[in-house]
C-alpha cells in the first residue's frame, strides 16, 4: 500500500544521506520498486509525484504499464530483474530503461530488438559486486568488457551501472560493493567509450540506501519503504 507519509519519510532519509555524505539531494534520483505493489498505489505514488517505477519481471510489469497507460499515466519504467533472452522483445516494448544487462548475449538480443522497433534503448549493465553466487550481473572484469562490446552497437546506448548490495546485516561487507560499482564506472568513463556513459550509479534499497549515497549513488531502488512489506 502507498503511503504519503512513507514517500516523506524517504525523501528525508535521502536528504540527510545526502547531507552527510556532502552532496545535493536533486544528485540522487528515487525509484520505486512495485513487484507485488497494485496498480491503485503505483497510481497514488504517482499523483504524489513519484515518476520512476522498477519492475522486476516482464509479465508481472505489462500488466500494470497497461492499465495504467489506458488511464493516461505514463510514468518511466525501469526493468530492474533479470531478463532471459525470449522476453526481451516484450521488454523492449514496454521499458523506458532496462537496467539488469548481464551478458553479450543479452545485449546482442536487445541490439536487435532496438533497431528492429527503430528506438534508442538505454540500458545500465548490472554487476554482481558482492560475488554471492545467488545474484545476477556480469562478474567486475567481465562488466569491462560488457560495456565495451555495447559501445560497438548502435541502438544501446549505456547509461550507467547497477548493483545489489551484499545480503548482510553489517554495512562493512555491503560499502564495499557499492564502492567497487563506483571505481568501475570511474574506470569505464577514463576510456571514453562512444555510446557509454556513467550517468547512473543504481545502488541501494530500503535496507541500504544511505551506504549507497555515501558511495555516490545517484539512482536508488526502494520498494518496501514506500509500499510496504510484500506478502
Ligand atoms: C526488490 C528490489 C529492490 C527494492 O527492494 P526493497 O528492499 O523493497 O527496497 C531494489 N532492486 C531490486 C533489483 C529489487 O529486486
Not at 109 to 117: F, I, P
Not at 148 to 166: C, F, K, Q
Not at 190 to 198: D, I, L, R
Request: glycine share 6%; net charge neutral; proline share 3%.
Amino acid at each position: 500500500m502507498f503511503e504519503a507519509q512513507n514517500y516523506i519519510a524517504v525523501q528525508e532519509r535521502i536528504a540527510s544521506a545526502c547531507q552527510r555524505a556532502g552532496r545535493n539531494p536533486a544528485e540522487v534520483t528515487l525509484v520505486g520498486v512495485t513487484k507485488t505493489v497494485a496498480p491503485e498505489d503505483i497510481i497514488a505514488a504517482c499523483a504524489h509525484g513519484l515518476k520512476i517505477f522498477g519492475e522486476n519481471r516482464v509479465q508481472e510489469a505489462a500488466a500494470k504499464i497497461e492499465n495504467l497507460r489506458q488511464k493516461g499515466i505514463t510514468p518511466q519504467w525501469h526493468l530492474i530483474g533479470h531478463l532471459q533472452t525470449n522476453k526481451a522483445r516484450h521488454a523492449v516494448e514496454l521499458f523506458d530503461v532496462i537496467q539488469s544487462v548481464d551478458s553479450a548475449r543479452l545485449a546482442e538480443v536487445l541490439q536487435r530488438h532496438a533497431e528492429a522497433g527503430r528506438r534508442m534503448l538505454e540500458v545500465f549493465v548490472e554487476v554482481n559486486t558482492s560475488g554471492e553466487s545467488t545474484k545476477f550481473g556480469a562478474a567486475p572484469q567481465d562488466a569491462f568488457h560488457l560495456i565495451r562490446e555495447i559501445s560497438s552497437y548502435s541502438h544501446l546506448r549505456v547509461m550507467g551501472l547497477m548493483t545489489i548490495g551484499a545480503l548482510d546485516p553489517d554495512s562493512s561487507k555491503i560499502r564495499p560493493c557499492f564502492r567497487s560499482l563506483r571505481e568501475l564506472a570511474e574506470t569505464v568513463t577514463a576510456h571514453h567509450f562512444p555510446n557509454v556513459t556513467m550517468r547512473h550509479l543504481s545502488m541501494g534499497m530500503t535496507n541500504d540506501f544511505e551506504i549507497a549515497i555515501a558511495e555516490g549513488a545517484t539512482m536508488v531502488r526502494v520498494g518496501r519503504a514506500l509500499f510496504g512489506e510484500r506478502h
